[in-house]
């Protein structure tokens, strides 16, 4: 289980090898990439801007990492999130889990971002014609979070088909 | 009791200080606590602060409410609700 928060960018190919390579015993690998947008809400972005909380941000993400851990049986997981100035397509987060079936790597990938998103303390700042102004939190990733508190009793229930 | 304190973006930004030690009065014990103290500071604090304003707090790296006691050297934070991934 690895956590890496940077500056630099990294590359999906050398990561994703790394994991497949080292567990031979995993047929699943589910990788997801954030980028940054061009458009946020209708408004053209030029930069952005990630501010984190040293420290409390390891702890959240290795936190994360656990909670999926005690749902489903994963053989590694890696999250790499950015911080720093960073500009529209730039990659922003992988999140990678390696588990035997494809049903886990799916839900536990899914689980991760989205915990990461309410939980993990980072910040973008995006800078448009109108200047730079702190991104708001959005409802709809608080409400994504209520399809895991639903589904917690059944981890990974439908993932040996 | 001395403790330190924490500020990220948008509230860091808005009272102009990232991080501060300060030596609490007695009567503060708690996270919740903290924030009325430093709200009484009045200006930017008040307004920053102020009960109703959507804020999160973190106590020793873990996000807490207001209900969470203090103890020695601990490091208390307030900041935005997050925008990663």
Known sequence: ?161 | MKIQLRFFAGVREALGVADEAVQLPDSVVTVGDVRSWLRARGGDWAETLAEGRSLRMACNHEMTGPGTRLTEGCEVAFFPPVTGG
């Open chain 1, 1 to 161: 289980m690895t956590v890496k928060v940077q500056t630099e960018d990294f590359d999906l190919s050398t990561e994703a090898g790394a994991l497949r390579r080292a567990h031979p015993e995993a047929g699943a690998l589910a990788c997801f990439v954030g980028v940054v947008r061009d458009l946020n809400q209708g408004v053209a972005v030029s930069e952005m801007e990630l501010e984190h909380y040293p420290g409390m941000t390891e702890k959240s993400l290795e936190a994360i990492i656990g909670e999926a851990r005690a749902r489903w049986p994963i053989a590694d997981a890696l999250v790499i999130h950015r911080y720093g100035k960073l500009a529209p397509t730039d990659q922003i987060v992988l999140v990678a889990v390696a588990t035997a079936h494809r049903g886990d790597a799916f839900a536990a990938c899914e689980f991760i971002m989205d915990y990461l998103k309410t939980a993990a303390p980072f910040w973008k700042k995006e800078t448009t014609a109108g200047g730079a102004h702190w991104v708001d939190a959005r409802d709809t990733d608080t409400r994504a979070l209520e399809k895991w508190a639903q589904t917690a009793a059944e981890p990974g229930a439908d993932s040996r088909h």
